[in-house]
């Protein structure tokens, strides 16, 4: 599968973006999807994650209550809402894919990866 994501920009401390992520195929509701961004200097972290279903999601406790991973299996997307940004939450963010009906929250547990979209809080 391959993975398209969309959506980053500029914005200020506060503001709302969603954030996108196509996939390709026609198998896509079979995969779990999550979210991860990385800041310069840092590490790769998890977001969100959405099962295959989506009927389950998780969410890190650092954007609890202002992330949301939703995504329609009939149009092959995934997205993040993300609201209330903060400067803390400027990264590179990527969406990937795991071929399982849950999701995890470790990188090395997707096989595929889009190209990151970036995203920048300014305050």
């Known amino acids: 599968v391959q993975l398209q994501a969309s959506g980053g920009g500029l914005v200020q401390a506060g503001a709302s973006l969603t954030l996108s992520c196509a996939a390709s195929g026609r198998t896509f509701s079979t995969y779990a999807m999550g979210w991860f961004r990385q800041a310069p200097g840092k590490e790769r972290e998890f977001v969100s994650t959405i099962t295959a279903s989506g009927f389950s999601t998780y969410i890190a406790d650092s954007v609890k209550g202002r992330f949301t991973i939703s995504r329609d299996n009939a149009k092959n997307t995934v997205y993040l809402q993300m609201n209330s940004l903060k400067p803390e939450d400027t990264a590179v963010y990527y969406c990937?894919?795991?071929?399982?009906?849950?999701?995890?929250?470790?990188?090395?547990?997707?096989?595929?990866w889009g190209q990151g979209t970036q995203v920048t809080v300014s305050s």
């Open positions: 990937a894919a795991r071929e399982s009906e849950r999701g995890v929250t470790s990188t090395g547990g997707y096989r595929y």
